[in-house]
């Protein structure tokens, strides 16, 4: 069974930064297309990043372009997202999601995440 946690999230002021980590056991992570999303309080979770299973292809969502960045590391079966210029509106929950049924390319919808993990709490003071 895919297990899927993460870990980093805090608080922070607006204009800081923050990086968070996940970690996906249970399977063969470089088989794994890797994303990060968020949910706000009252909002529908929505797609921030995503990278595919070789790490050659990055994807974001238009909110994060330019502040945010997504990586990988197979060696150590985790995926990362740096996040930079944080904004009040950044605050949510973030998750990070995992899925080996598909080709080498980013996933971005939720949809196509089989493996979630708990989602850690982002807060971004003003």
């Known amino acids: 069974q895919v297990h899927v946690v993460e870990s980093g999230g805090g608080l922070v002021q607006a204009g800081g930064s923050l990086r968070l980590s996940c970690a996906a056991s249970?399977?063969?992570?470089?088989?794994?297309?890797m994303g990060w999303f968020r949910q706000a309080p009252g909002k529908e979770r929505e797609f921030v990043a995503g990278?595919?299973?070789?790490?050659?292809?990055?994807y974001y969502a238009d909110s994060v372009k330019g502040r945010f960045t997504i990586s990988r590391d197979n060696s150590k079966n985790s995926v990362y997202l740096q996040m930079g210029s944080l904004e009040p509106e950044d605050t949510a929950v973030y998750y990070c999601?995992?899925?080996?049924?598909?080709?080498?390319?980013?996933?971005?919808?939720?949809?196509?995440?089989?493996?979630w993990g708990q989602g850690t709490q982002v807060t971004v003071s003003s």
């Open positions: 249970g399977g063969t992570f470089s088989l794994f297309a």
């Open positions: 990278i595919s299973r070789s790490g050659g292809s990055t």
């Open positions: 999601a995992a899925d080996d049924r598909y080709t080498d390319h980013v996933l971005r919808f939720v949809l196509e995440y089989d493996y």
